[in-house]
């Protein structure tokens, strides 16, 4: 719960305020004063009475009623102290600096809990412990620099590292960024980012919000609570960008010794944020660009004017945008022609439009005017404008001022001369205007920003033809455990996914007359193994009577072996699609080719649970291999539409019977339009 009193306090005590500013406590007070904290100011000290000007109480309990108290004394002494605010002093919002609690030792973790049983006992708002505090257009509640520019448009950040919250705006603030509110929830012992996002979709307003969220994670402790506002908010007009930290295993255990987090599979959040909607991002400065980005108008289209006075950095984002799969296409002949009777000789109209490191702002003027007004295949305009060192280039940054203005196309400026131009960067800037430094580091989070798809619906229709009791009885007279051959055909069945015809025998004869009747080639696999390749329980093309008998009796005698599985030898590109249960996210499901592209090349997608067929067809065509399905070399294409319903129902399937714990179809035979299950196997426990 987040309290009108942690929002905008009438009141604020700093319990172990200081002197020394290089104390917690001394700079959260001289930042309060500095930001001209407009309400009653206190600090709790047992030495003194008076502390930076400011009235000093020696004991907690002299103190008069007060809104929001920051605590920077030792953890031990914070409960207690919380205890004597909430109940006697009517306090309804904490933020406690002080380390030393679950991330720590199991006597913290106790100190801890107590603190989040007495804020829920007085219904108050902790923040913490062992963050740097809360920033937003009220108050400055934190002990670090730099305090940004605040701005009810500027960014929205909530960090699990308060730290990296700092280093974030040290990213941010150089490319023109503001910010409307800075959240470090630390331990996230009560309030954790999923809290923040919930107070701030519940309370959106869009015409007084901010539409920028920037996150940084290192634990998803409620992944649903994370998906429904967040999507709720992208939905609402916001655009999320978040990075989330620990994805390796030596990460998860760094993140785990900082804050006591605890690892989320990085492939469910990734599933997670697909389906939320929010860019990814993999660091500090690439999640600033992303933010910087956000404040532009919106790209509609993937076609990308590049714009240059200095030719290499125009290659270096042109090789960004197209490698990532965006399009930076020709200029019209007619246009090129006249772009360049407008600029000096040696220049180049081609796209990227290069026009030389002595141009000047009047055909910077031109060039823009054109790729908004003439050319319809550009979506963007991106813009490279430094210094040579000639000359001054504010004129030329009043262009790109003026255009941004008044152009309906989106247009980034790029200005590296971070030195050089630095008076004309800041009086850009100064206009409300964000500006990038690197063309490259730009460039790729375009790409991540164009391709992050929009928030995918959590209500997925069932098909009239999934049978829901069938796939109950089956699932709740199983035995936990891999499911015998049979309920797994039965499953697919009950969930109308499509399979090879099968028999499972356990005598010569039954296998002789179950391989006449499907005719031949067959396959015969053995039943029991899990591993069935591994044992030598796999036989293919089996062509007669006599080699039926051969195999049956050799596969009978793999140990384990409980009967052969017979079936016609299917034929087609391989495909796979699986399913994996994962705590608190439910199940992602990953599809892709099958064989070699699964195995060596890892090239798979994964989704969260429910899949609609839009969101299938996103996986499908974000496969490396692709192409493969779409008829390479004159093969047949697969259909996607089936092979997107197909991934749809197992998703469909997994949410009937949430006891599946793992499945995996493998492989998929797709010969066409037809496209046949050949083996699974699923893995239930209750």
């Not at 100190?111 to 809360?134: D, H």
């Not at 960004?320 to 930076?328: E, T």
């Not at 079936?567 to 994996?580: C, D, S, T, W, Y």
Request: charged letters at 25%; a negative charge.
């Amino acid at each position: 719960m987040i309290t009108k009193e942690l929002i905008n306090p009438q009141s604020i005590v700093v319990v172990g305020g200081s002197n020394d500013i290089r104390k917690p406590g001394g700079k959260a007070l001289k930042n309060l004063i500095d930001q001209e904290y407009k309400g009653k100011l206190y600090v709790v000290n047992p030495k003194a009475d008076e502390v930076q000007g400011i009235k000093s109480y020696r004991d907690v309990n002299l103190l008069p009623q007060v809104d929001l108290a920051i605590l920077a004394i030792p953890a031990q002494f914070c409960p207690d102290t919380m205890e004597i605010l909430a109940k006697e002093k009517g306090t309804k919002g904490f933020i406690v600096f002080s380390a030393g609690f679950s991330e720590e030792s199991e006597e913290g973790a106790r100190l801890e809990k107590r603190m989040v049983e007495i804020a829920n006992q007085y219904n108050a708002s902790l923040i913490g412990p062992n963050c740097i505090g809360v920033i937003n257009t009220n108050y400055a509640g934190v002990f670090t620099t730099p305090i940004p520019k605040l701005d009810p448009k500027g960014i929205d950040m909530i960090s699990g590292s308060g730290a990296t919250a700092v280093f974030i705006m040290e990213s941010a603030l150089p490319k023109g960024l503001t910010f409307n509110s800075i959240w470090s929830v630390g331990n996230s012992a009560q309030i954790g980012v999923e809290e923040v996002l919930e107070y701030m979709d519940e309370n959106f307003d869009p015409e007084r919000d901010s539409k920028v969220k920037l996150l940084y994670i290192e634990k998803i402790e409620k992944p649903q609570k994370f998906l429904k506002h967040t999507q709720s908010l992208i939905r609402k007009g916001c655009r999320i960008a978040a990075v989330k930290a620990g994805s390796s295993e030596a990460g998860s255990r760094a993140a785990s010794s900082h804050t006591g987090a605890l690892a989320s599979s990085d492939e469910a959040v990734s599933a997670l944020f697909r389906k939320a909607g929010i860019v990814r991002c993999q660091g500090r400065e690439e999640l600033a660009t992303v933010a910087a980005i956000f404040q532009q108008k919106e790209l509609q289209g993937d076609s990308v004017a590049v714009v240059t006075h200095a030719g290499g950095p125009g290659v270096m984002l042109t090789d960004a945008l197209s490698n990532g799969g965006m399009k930076v296409p020709p200029i019209d002949q007619h246009i090129q022609k006249d772009l360049l009777e407008h600029l000096f000789p040696g220049s180049s109209a081609a796209n990227p439009i290069d026009f030389l490191a002595t141009g000047t702002a009047e055909q910077l003027d031109y060039i823009l005017q054109t790729c908004e007004e003439r050319c319809d295949n550009i979506d963007a305009i991106a813009v490279i404008f430094g210094t040579p060192g000639l000359f001054r280039v504010f004129d030329a940054y009043d262009v790109i001022h003026k255009h941004i203005e008044k152009n309906k196309k989106p247009i980034y400026p790029i200005m590296p001369s971070t030195s050089e131009a630095a008076e004309e960067i800041k009086h850009f800037q100064a206009y409300g205007h964000q500006s990038f430094h690197d063309e490259v580091l730009f460039g790729q989070a375009l790409v991540k920003v164009w391709k992050t798809p929009k928030p995918s619906t959590l209500d997925v229709p069932l098909p009239e033809d999934i049978n829901t009791e069938k796939i109950r009885q089956i699932i709740s007279t199983a035995d936990n455990g891999y499911l015998s051959p049979e309920n797994v055909s039965n499953l697919l069945d009950a969930a109308g996914i499509p399979r090879v015809p099968e028999a499972v025998v356990d005598t010569q004869d039954q296998a002789v007359a179950r391989a006449n009747e499907f005719g031949y080639p067959l396959v015969m696999k053995v039943v029991g193994p899990v591993h069935k390749s591994d044992v030598g329980g796999v036989v293919l093309g089996v062509q007669s009577e006599e080699e039926v008998k051969d195999h049956f009796k050799r596969l009978m005698q793999i140990p384990d072996a409980k009967g052969v599985l017979l079936q016609p030898m299917a034929k087609g590109v391989e495909l796979f699609v699986g399913a994996k249960q994962e705590p608190k996210f439910g199940h992602i499901v990953l599809s892709g080719l099958g064989g070699i592209f699964i195995e060596v090349l890892k090239d798979v997608q994964s989704g969260l649970a429910p899949i609609s067929q839009d969101e299938a067809m996103q996986m499908i065509n974000s496969l490396k291999g692709v192409k493969m399905l779409e008829g390479a070399r004159g093969t047949k294409p697969v259909d996607k539409t089936r092979f997107a319903d197909i991934i749809s129902r197992v998703s469909l399937l997994c949410q009937l019977a949430p006891e599946i714990v793992e499945m995996d179809i493998n492989p998929l035979l797709a010969d066409g339009d037809k496209i046949l299950a050949v083996d699974a196997r699923i893995r239930i426990e209750k």
